[in-house]
């Protein structure tokens, strides 16, 4: 499960979400910082350093870079990668201009402190990015602590803060978060699967009425949306019910299982979408299609079910088993109801001229009728 394609793409959802979340709040506390910082130079009326001046840029353009990045709606982790980078600097930044403008290496510590403890909550599911930041705070948190003129235990009990924090948290924070998210992620796809499940066909395993009637919204809405054309189709197999009496029902869920390969065989395009409304009738929803076409896939379908010649004694139009196939072009009028209720119209001319034959309604006053007559 893990290793599965959808697995991953979920997973990088879920990775996404956290990300953006971590540097979101990661921001928020820059910002404070920076914010106090910004106020106490107003207050002085301090000029800053050239050095500080460029930090004090830093800042704002890891500010801007971070928003940037909180915008964006799908997974890229260079995106993540320059903004935890950009924060980190930013919080190096904070802590020299502390240091710097006033000379508090005590208080610049505690900023390195804080940002340090942010790090490891944000970058937790990164190791690269956790031991790149980690790095880059105790190697200034030394050089902090080394001007403060502590004794020696002191020094070594101020080292000893950063690998003992980081070892702790990658042993047990790090763990829990990341099995809290594989959770999450699982039960996820369990329910994605169980929604799949809700809308397949127990017998042919294509899609079955609720899935028809989903695909058909999403599909209307869409081709009302960018005005693009599609073609609905009902098809019936004709004198089912003689087949079942003939061979018993068994057999007559074979018969189905094949019909459902055989169009299934025939669409094999992601957009295309073949369903099992009931009992004997099944629905084709091709996008993109005009009138000639239309035609055509149905003479392409009448000709797949003659191919197969599946015998049907007691059918009056054939020896072999076949179909009656209506359809119609979407209009822009067109709604749910509307177009399920003109297919099926074309479905019941279909069979009054004889069966095995396929009729086009393009609208209400251009009927195409194309009889296939294929024995």
């Not at 394609?5 to 956290?18: D, G």
């Not at 009637?213 to 081709?223: H, V, Y």
């Not at 009902?234 to 003689?242: G, N, S």
């Not at 599946?310 to 209009?331: D, E, M, R, W």
């Amino acid at each position: 499960m893990k290793k599965s394609a959808e697995w991953k793409e979920y997973s990088k959802e879920i990775q996404h979400t956290v990300n953006k979340s971590s540097i979101q709040w990661m921001l928020i506390l820059v910002i404070f910082f920076h914010a106090i910082v910004t106020l106490y130079l107003n207050i002085e009326s301090q000029p800053l350093s050239s050095a500080a001046m460029f930090a004090f840029i830093v800042i704002g353009l890891s500010i801007i870079i971070s928003c940037i990045y909180l915008r964006t709606n799908k997974y890229r982790f260079i995106n993540f990668y320059l903004s935890s980078v950009m924060l980190t600097i930013a919080w190096l930044g904070i802590a020299f201009i502390i240091h710097d403008q006033w000379g508090e290496a005590g208080s610049a510590v505690d900023v390195l402190i804080i940002a340090f403890i942010c790090s490891l909550l944000a970058n937790y599911s990164n190791i690269s990015l956790l031991l790149l930041s980690s790095i880059a705070f105790a190697t200034a948190f030394a050089l902090l602590q080394l001007q403060m003129q502590l004794t020696t235990f002191d020094l070594f009990i101020s080292f000893s803060k950063f690998p003992v924090l980081l070892f702790l948290f990658m042993l047990t924070i790090r763990k829990l978060l990341t099995k809290g998210q594989y959770h999450v992620i699982k039960n996820e796809m369990l329910k994605r699967q169980l929604q799949r499940l809700s809308i397949i066909d127990d017998l042919t395993q294509i899609q079955n009425r609720k899935g028809f009637r989903l695909a058909l919204a999403s599909l209307l809405a869409s081709a009302k949306r960018f005005n693009l054309g599609f073609t609905l189709l009902i098809l019936d197999v004709d004198y089912f019910k003689q087949y079942n009496d003939s061979f018993g029902h068994p057999e007559g869920d074979k018969c189905l299982v094949n019909i459902a390969k055989i169009l299934t065989d025939s669409f094999q395009r992601e957009t295309d979408i073949v369903a099992r409304l009931g009992g004997e009738e099944f629905a084709i929803l091709v996008p993109d299609v005009d009138l000639y076409t239309a035609n055509k896939i149905c003479q392409r379908i009448h000709q797949s079910i003659a191919d197969a010649a599946i015998i049907h004694p007691n059918s009056s139009v054939a020896k072999t088993l076949t179909v009656s196939i209506g359809g119609v072009i979407f209009k822009s009028e067109d709604n749910e109801t509307s177009i399920y209720a003109r297919a099926d119209k074309a479905l019941y001319q279909a069979k009054s001229k004889g069966r095995n034959g396929s009729v086009i309604l393009s609208n209400e006053s251009q009927l195409n009728v194309k009889n296939s007559n294929v024995n």
